[in-house]
């Protein structure tokens, strides 16, 4: 009788060692971050690790995290954004006329500073898509051009405090309803949630993955994964249940990470974006609408550079001139320390967030170390350049 793929799943050749060296990337990624967090936790006398520092690495990395994930699709495609910083401090500034001086109620004023943000992506999408002009030289006059409104905005001045509701959208918690004075229930309840629903999910795939006879990774290298991070999620839970609980922030962050890694794994939408990035000439024969799907990929950034705009202004409680100074640096760097690829095509909204989150550490624990803001840029600079010679260094093999 004739054997199936299904009767005989194809396994990675040579084993485990083969394939820990063929997701080199993948693998090492989380590595890295596990051991740049456990050499800060010691050299830190354990303060990294504590709730109240953990609450504040939250806090203090949202908005590029969320960035991070629009400008990753912008690199997927093949281009780059460097007006990120200055639009959401645009954003910023028009929230705070609205609420702060013209008493808006912050639901409507939030929407129209979305569809700001939306409007200002479409508007340099507009130029890269139909018009052909490199994306570096557009989004830099809009760098120019924004960072250059928010001053006209604010006239120069900061210009605060929030209401208090909108606040919460950075510097609330999660309520606990079952009145927890050591524990927020609620909150650990909701990480322990997380942790299940990562174990099912990704036993399923495997499962889909074996029964459909496609290459996947072998039995302990899965187990070994799933276990760590499902540790890592009700461990980390726990630490910010024992503080305040879960920060608001942070649910919104966990949706769009879901979102839009469901967008790049699962669609069309997603799919055609990767093509695009790794080849346009051949997308466009393909029958994608390359030029729409550039266009589509600026929208989006613009309307996260907006939220995370929001989410910095309702943390500091004030609109600055200043903010968004250098946010675009931190954002390009997260995507490619997390395993983008500067010439396109290659990325994953995982490897993005791990990247935000090894600056947002060492940022961190450096600052806890006492060492100065000039040493800190050296450091970061050499990792993002060891990063992408690491890219350039597996592309060329």
């Not at 590029?64 to 994930?69: E, G, H, S, Y």
């Not at 550079?305 to 989410?311: F, R, V």
């Amino acid at each position: 009788m004739a054997t199936t793929a299904t009767d005989n799943p194809v396994r990675p050749s040579g084993g485990g060692a083969a394939f820990l060296k063929n997701n080199l990337r993948e693998y090492g990624l989380l590595i890295s971050l596990i051991a740049i967090m456990l050499f800060f936790q010691i050299m830190t006398d354990g303060t990294l690790f504590q709730p109240l520092n953990l609450t504040n690495l939250i806090l203090q990395n949202s908005y590029i995290i969320v960035m991070a994930l629009g400008m990753l699709l912008v690199i997927v495609a093949g281009h780059i954004d460097l007006s990120v910083g200055s639009v959401s401090g645009f954003v910023g500034a028009v929230a705070a006329v609205l609420m702060v001086q013209l008493k808006m109620h912050f639901v409507p004023a939030t929407i129209i500073c979305l569809v700001v943000g939306g409007i200002i992506g479409a508007a340099q999408g507009y130029w890269v898509a139909f018009y052909k002009i490199p994306a570096f030289i557009v989004t830099l006059a809009g760098m120019l051009v924004f960072k250059g409104l928010a001053l006209a905005v604010l006239q120069g001045s900061s210009v605060g405090p929030f209401p208090a509701n909108f606040q919460l959208l950075s510097t609330g918690f999660i309520p606990d309803p079952f009145s927890g004075e050591n524990l927020r229930i609620l909150s650990m309840a909701i990480g322990l949630v997380m942790a299940g629903a990562l174990l099912f999910t990704q036993i399923r795939s495997r499962a889909d993955r074996l029964r459909h006879g496609m290459d996947t990774e072998p039995q302990a290298f899965f187990i070994v994964k799933i276990l760590v991070f499902a540790g890592m999620i009700a461990a980390f839970t726990y630490m910010l249940s024992t503080y305040r609980g879960l920060p608001n922030v942070l649910i919104v962050m966990l949706l769009l990470m879901l979102v839009y890694d469901f967008v790049t794994s699962k669609t069309t939408v997603g799919r055609r974006i990767y093509a695009l990035g790794g080849n346009e000439k051949a997308a466009r024969l393909s029958g994608i609408n390359t030029q729409r799907l550039t266009f589509y990929t600026f929208i989006n950034m613009g309307v996260l550079s907006a939220l995370a705009g929001l989410i910095f202004a309702a943390r500091l409680n004030t609109a600055t001139p200043k903010a968004g100074l250098g946010f675009e640096l931190d954002v390009i760097a997260a995507c490619f320390i997390g395993g983008a690829s500067a010439s396109g095509g290659v990325g994953k909204v995982l490897g993005a967030v791990i990247g935000a989150f090894i600056m947002g550490v060492m940022n961190n624990g450096m600052s806890i170390m006492g060492i100065g803001i000039d040493y800190q840029q050296v450091i970061k600079g050499l990792v993002l350049l060891a990063a992408v010679c690491v890219d350039v260094y597996n592309k060329n093999k």
